[in-house]
């Protein structure tokens, strides 16, 4: 089994690509994150108020 440093190099500067792009876009992150719970928490409401 031999390992494929390129590979190594490669997955690093994925990361490193999208790091970058969420610091870049912390608003949209923050915005996502909180639409997604808002959404799960509403969800539940109605849930809980059909038994």
Known sequence: MCFDENKGQKT????RLAMQKLKNNKGIVATAIFAFSLGVLVTQKFRSNGN
């Open 12 to 15: 690093d500067s994925f990361l």
